[in-house]
Nanobody, 115 residues
Framework: QVQLVESGGGLVQAGGSLRLSCAAS????????MGWYRQAPGKQRELVAV???????NYADSVQGRFTISRDNVKNTMYLQMNSLKPEDTAVYYC?????????WGQGTQVAVSS
């Protein structure tokens, strides 16, 4: 099985930056794609960015050019560098791992952007 733990969330002013981390443990050698999702109160959970094991990345239109997803397969850690943050980015951010045995989710980390 796989365990995922997010960290790096917090309160930041509009225009600021945050760097989120997702540490994976367990049977990490069978993890393929990983991604960041977010969910704001009253809204559905949405994809922010996804990255393959080899580093190919795709982004939601709303974060294109502002966020950068990356992963370190030696440390078994995925990152999300968030720049030029907007109040609309306020949400709980979740880490997801696509595993041979299914999908795994972290508990989430809160990101709040003030105007």
């Amino acid at each position: 099985q796989v365990q995922l733990v997010e960290s790096g969330g917090g309160l930041v002013q509009a225009g600021g930056s945050l760097r989120l981390s997702c540490a994976a443990s367990g049977r990490t050698f069978v993890i393929n794609d990983m991604g960041w999702y977010r969910q704001a109160p009253g809204k559905q959970r949405e994809l922010v960015a996804v990255i393959s094991r080899r580093g190919r990345a795709n982004y939601a239109d709303s974060v294109q050019g502002r966020f950068t997803i990356s992963r370190d397969n030696v440390k078994n850690t995925m990152y999300l560098q968030m720049n030029s943050l907007k109040p609309e980015d306020t949400a709980v951010y979740y880490c997801r791992a696509d595993h041979v045995l299914g999908e795994y989710w972290g508990q989430g980390t809160q990101v709040a952007v003030s105007s």
